[in-house]
């Protein structure tokens, strides 16, 4: 049998193969990542969906494939049958947001945006061209047959997946803007003004650039600065760090952020949103999916833990370390890259004060975090020492004001303030 | 006898299951094939498809021979042996079976003879004439089939009762024949045994014979066995059956409500098939059934047990050799981890009367009953000059078409070698093919072929040997 690329989700379905993690005649187990897949949205690992002896490689490092694309060949022998093979996914999760029709006033001669809505019976086809649809995940009533009759030929199912690789391809960050990525920068010698090394930019390295580029390009961002006094906060912390660690868990400022974070959120949805400029509509999401930037070797990633809002302390803390050691192992699916509302970047374990983090789109905003520090602050007319958190609240000013951002801000700045101890259980 | 582990067992070795075991070693499997017979072949090549074409082929002969007295041809009348005409058929049916055997021993299929029974769902237990074999599987194939329904009214022990098994083997030329059923396999071999001389009566419950047939196909068979045969009833059903000395009794009650005794030198009970779904062991597995006992079977021919797959007949739908040769592909492929699917795909069905009936695809009749709005086109072929040469102008070939893309939707023909022709109809509608495509390819001339072309002109209303007013451009 050979393994194919299975859906990806939320509108994904190519990508590249930055790696192969398996070799040919190596015994794989169900669940392993078998290649890591470069796609619009991040890096991961695509997990193997059955055990076997790998008896050939279908794809090389560089290519470009499409969901339903075989990757290898599996020799499904000696692993005991595991009940009903595999069944695939139930086919990729509907999508949430329309793609924006490109320019409505030229729809007549552009390509035909992907119709979304596909019902009624089957076009009509040869059983060649209706097996090989199956095999690569496609649905027919999604082409356009140029034969008599409506009949679909093999041309027209090759200029399906040209349209589809080529909108792949694309920037999906909607709007014509002119890609500046295509602006190839004046070639510079810089071995002549001293030594170099030139490193290749890693996949994660592109996806990185490709990513923050486009939300510097797209964004109005406004980064609101502020300073929580966490002195009992930390003292909490202190105080329960043992407990939590006979749980299994570790106390972290995070894990408090992640609790007061999603509290804040949903007395502010308007942080918990996305914008759709194309339907002229903002998406207030019910649930609350927050993603935590992880600081890995290889580079940034951004794993998502879900449903804050719905979890105590000890889940939150637990979650936490479970996706940053997944994350820096590189075992993170793709799914777990997926779906978050709201970033929180906390550099303080590093070290650091106030930064202006860049919006992880399609969120409307993130939280940067910097290192506790001791300070002089006036507290009832005297100075005190105190252990102050810098925040910094970067917000995109299209569907968020300044007003909002203060308010959501000053509750944030409270709740680290007066969190309540009966809620480390 | 130590166990055995296979990858993938097949439970009979029929059209479905051979099929089955010898794709699944094609692909590089271990498979074993069960058999409680010892001829392979299952009902198709023993006892159904094959003996009866046989049987048909001479029967054929002799009818042919008398009709072409007109011509001023004429023989004697036909001196039938039936010990050589068995043994001729039976002849057939032994290399066929040898020939899979054959087949088997290349592709290293382990055939093991004896009757399968479930212990789970991934063990079997084999009563061979040896002992008891035990096998453990990683999938199970199960293509048991069908056998012909003997309702207990019907059943009186009685050799002069027949089913299609009985009948198949000829052992008299009954004087006086009641055939019970007239579906495909009464209508068949009643035109046997009325062509080697037996006054034939067919009764039928339903008001027409072939009934899942569009009547406008249906009616030159019927006209042509009302001739051949002693009479046709129809609403008329078969109330009481005995055995009266070398006779078999009967009473029918016709829609005139009438008991009517007569008797008969043989009967031949022809009222469906029915699953062979007894002590199979199915219990011990996961398996479901329908209440009829069919195995109930999704379009990738998986049970509700994830390791047994069903095919063929046993699986139900229509009970057809090359149905289950096409589920035995979709299952072994889905076992294989490809995406294989039964859903939507062509059955052609052929009844071997005299004419032949085929027919494919959406009926008209099919169209009505769910709303679809077709078109239809008919041919008739009194207007083909082949079928005049044949001397059998008593057919018609006609198209149902979607108006709207003029897709070709289904094909239905009645007359000379139906069977043969069908299956350019097939891959018509498999092909998506428009009624223009087929007006377009050339036939050749003068064959049989031709009328689905020229039923495709009629669609557009220029077809060269009939005449039809114009409704397409």
């Not at chain 1, 320019?103 to 040869?126: H, L, N, R």
């Not at chain 1, 199912?157 to 690789?165: C, N």
């Not at chain 2, 061979?128 to 089939?145: H, L, N, R, W, Y």
């Amino acid at each position: 049998m050979d393994l194919k690329l299975p859906p990806l989700g939320e509108g994904v379905d190519s990508g590249s193969v930055v790696s192969i993690l398996v070799k040919e005649g190596e015994t794989i187990q169900k669940g392993q990542g078998i290649i890591e897949l470069e796609t619009g949205k991040a890096v991961a690992p695509v997990p193997a969906s059955a055990a076997g002896k790998v008896t050939k490689l279908l794809v090389a490092v560089g290519d470009k494939i499409s969901v339903g694309q075989p990757i290898l060949s599996l020799e499904a022998g000696a692993a005991p049958a595991k009940p009903a093979a595999a069944k695939p996914a139930p086919a990729a999760a509907p999508r949430t947001s329309k793609p924006a029709p490109v320019q409505e006033e030229t729809a007549d001669d552009a390509p035909e945006a992907e119709e979304e809505e596909v019902s009624g019976p089957e076009p009509a086809s040869s059983p060649t061209i209706r097996r090989m649809a199956r095999e690569l995940g496609i649905d027919l009533r999604k082409i356009r047959g140029t034969e008599n009759g409506g009949r679909i030929v093999m041309a027209d199912v090759r200029a399906y997946i040209e349209r589809l690789q080529r909108l792949a391809a694309q920037p999906r960050s909607g709007g014509s803007a002119s890609t500046p990525a295509k602006l190839a920068p004046e070639k510079i010698d810089f071995a002549k003004w001293g030594p170099i090394a030139k490193r290749p930019m890693t996949p994660l390295r592109k996806v990185i650039a490709q990513r923050m580029a486009e939300s510097w390009n797209t964004v109005p961002r406004v980064t609101q600065f502020d300073e929580a006094d966490i002195t009992a906060l930390n003292d909490l912390r202190k105080k329960h760090t043992d407990a939590y660690e006979k749980k299994g868990a570790r106390l972290t400022l995070t894990s408090f952020a992640l609790k007061i974070v999603a509290e804040t959120l949903k007395k502010h949805p308007v942080f918990n949103t996305s914008i759709d400029l194309a339907g002229g509509e903002v998406i207030y999401k019910e649930y609350f999916h927050i993603g935590i930037a992880v600081d890995t070797e290889q580079g940034l990633i951004v794993p998502v833990l879900r449903d804050a809002d719905k979890k105590d302390v000890l889940a939150l803390s637990k979650d936490l370390n479970d996706i940053a050691v997944k994350t820096r192992d590189r075992k993170i699916s793709l799914e777990e890259l997926q779906g978050g509302t709201f970033t929180i970047s906390n550099q303080g374990g590093i070290g650091g004060g106030h930064f202006t983090p860049i919006i992880n789109l399609p969120e409307t905003a993130i939280l940067g975090l910097g290192r506790g520090a001791m300070k002089a602050v006036v507290r009832d007319g005297k100075i005190e020492p105190r252990l102050m958190l810098p925040m910094a609240l970067s917000y995109d000013h299209r569907a968020i004001d300044g007003g909002a951002a203060a308010r959501f801000m000053i509750d944030l700045v409270r709740g680290f303030e007066t969190f309540d101890e009966k809620q480390l259980g | 006898m130590d166990p055995i582990h296979t990858e993938i067992v097949v439970l009979g070795a029929g059209p479905g299951g051979y099929a089955a075991a010898f794709y699944a070693a094609d692909l590089g499997k271990k498979v074993l094939l069960v058999e409680q017979d010892k001829k392979l072949g299952g009902v198709c090549l023993n006892r159904g498809c094959i003996p009866s074409k046989a049987l048909l082929y001479a029967a054929k002969l002799i009818s042919e021979a008398r009709e072409s007295a007109h011509r001023g041809i004429t023989f004697g009348s036909p001196q039938i042996e039936l010990d050589k005409l068995r043994a001729w058929k039976n002849s057939i049916v032994d290399k066929l079976s040898s020939g899979v055997s054959f087949l088997a021993k290349k592709r290293g299929v382990q055939v093991l003879t004896g009757r399968g029974y479930f212990e789970g769902s991934q063990s079997l237990r084999v009563e061979t004439p040896e002992g008891q074999q035990f096998v453990t599987f990683d999938k199970a194939i199960v293509a048991v089939g069908s056998k012909a329904a003997l309702p207990k009214a019907f059943d009186l022990g009685n050799p002069r009762v027949m089913t299609s098994t009985e009948a198949l083997e000829i052992e008299e030329i009954p004087e006086d024949l009641l055939v019970i059923g007239g579906g495909y396999i009464g209508m068949e071999l009643g035109s046997v045994y009325a062509s080697l001389g037996s006054k034939v009566v067919v009764v039928e419950a339903l008001p027409g014979i072939l009934t899942g047939a569009d009547p406008d196909l249906v009616r030159p068979i019927q006209k042509y066995a009302e001739k051949n045969f002693r009479e046709l009833r129809f609403n008329t059903k078969v109330t009481q059956m005995s055995t009266k000395g070398k006779k078999i009794r009967t009473v029918t009650i016709g829609p005139d409500k009438v008991e009517k005794e007569e008797f008969y030198d043989r009967v031949l009970v022809s009222v469906g098939r029915v699953p062979r779904c007894g002590d199979l062991g199915l219990e011990n597995t996961k398996v479901e059934q329908d209440e009829r006992g069919f195995i109930k079977v999704n379009e990738k021919q998986e049970t509700a047990d994830p390791f047994i797959f069903a095919i063929g007949d046993i699986a139900g739908g229509v009970l057809l050799a090359h149905k289950a040769s096409k589920e035995a592909r979709v299952a072994v492929e889905t076992i294989a981890g490809e995406e294989s699917t039964s859903a939507g795909v062509i059955i052609p069905a052929v009844v071997f009367t005299d004419p032949e009936l085929a027919w494919c695809g959406l009926t008209e009749g099919e169209a009505k009953s769910k709303g679809i709005t077709v078109e239809v086109a008919k041919f008739p072929w009194g207007a083909s000059g082949r079928a005049l040469t044949y001397d059998r102008p008593d057919g018609l070939t006609k198209l149902v078409v979607d108006p709207e893309t003029e897709r070709v939707l289904g094909v239905g023909i009645v007359g000379h070698g139906a069977g043969e022709l069908i299956a350019e109809g097939v891959l018509a509608i498999e092909m998506g093919a428009t009624v223009r495509d087929l007006a377009e390819s050339v036939h050749p001339h003068p064959t049989l072929s031709e009328t689905l072309m020229e039923s495709a002109e009629v669609y557009y209303g220029f077809s060269t040997h009939t005449y039809a007013p114009k409704k397409h451009e």
